[in-house]
């Protein structure tokens, strides 16, 4: 089967976004969460401290250009990445990665269970328009779903947890939303990056979406496939006790409130995680 191979994504075009939209987070000193469209990068490195840093994701497909002003604002003029690590292939996390590469002549860094998805050897399943009534979910059939190719860039993440460029950060395998995401987390002051294992909104809904209402939810269901997976991925992360979370989607959560509602989310996955019905439930 002839597959659609546009790793600029270049016939895209989603107009959806976010109140948040443009709008950075210095979540802690050296992690900085940007909102693009309706989904968040975020920036590791200290700019009091260092040029060094490394761009967790890639936003959504045409915004290169904003992401290179954003990170010249927050780091400096002429200031590249070590580094890219992806928390999964998802357009909306991939979306400008070929075009910034163009400029950027660095590694990328991906599980190999991602890798597939990353060099143009499969594509993902289609959203799912049945997992909930939300207009973000019905519209999913229409978002992007094939592989990109980035093979000369991208790199299997070390097989012994650590990060290139990352010194204290492990990555951990948290599948189900897709079959080699990860989620970044820092022993040292407890810091998550979760990317889509859990979200702090309800992605499904355009509505809170827009508004970036914040509560805590699974990965967005219409793109996940493995739901068994997913909410061990969930329990995983919760075991760790992070003090501190910026997710894929919404806005970040910290202190008592991740606590209480990541525990929450574990305790009622059936209810608030899992969809009752869809093609990929069962």
Request: net charge negative; proline share 8%.
């Amino acid at each position: 089967m002839e597959r659609h191979q546009d790793s600029k994504f270049d016939d895209t075009f989603l107009p959806m976004t976010s109140m948040g939209s443009g709008v950075g987070i210095a979540v802690l000193p050296d992690i900085y969460c940007y909102t693009d469209q309706i989904v968040n990068l975020v920036l590791i490195g200290n700019p009091n401290e260092s040029e060094e840093f490394v761009l967790i994701d890639t936003g959504m497909p045409k915004s290169a250009l904003e992401i290179r002003d954003m990170v010249e604002e927050r780091l400096g003029e002429g200031i590249m990445p070590k580094a890219i690590v992806l928390t999964h292939g998802h357009f909306d996390h991939v979306g400008s990665v070929a075009e910034l590469l163009e400029e950027w002549n660095i590694p990328v860094y991906a599980h190999e269970l991602e890798l597939p998805y990353l060099t143009g050897k499969r594509d993902y399943p289609p959203g799912d328009p049945n997992v909930a009534s939300g207009l973000v979910a019905k519209l999913s059939p229409l978002f992007p779903n094939h592989g990109i190719d980035i093979s000369a860039h991208v790199h299997v993440l070390p097989e012994d947890g650590t990060v290139p460029n990352m010194p204290g950060w492990k990555w951990l395998h948290t599948p189900g939303h897709t079959p080699g995401h990860i989620s970044l987390f820092r022993e040292q002051d407890r810091a998550l990056i979760a990317g889509d294992a859990f979200v702090t909104v309800k992605q499904e809904s355009l509505y809170k979406v827009i508004t970036q209402t914040q509560e805590i939810s699974g990965p967005p269901k219409y793109y996940t496939t493995d739901w068994n997976a997913a909410f061990e991925s969930v329990k995983k992360l919760e075991a760790l006790k992070p003090k501190t979370a910026v997710t894929g989607h919404g806005l970040p959560m910290s202190g008592a409130e991740l606590a209480e509602n990541l525990a929450y989310l574990v305790d009622h996955f059936e209810e608030i995680g899992r969809p009752e019905s869809g093609k990929y439930v069962n």
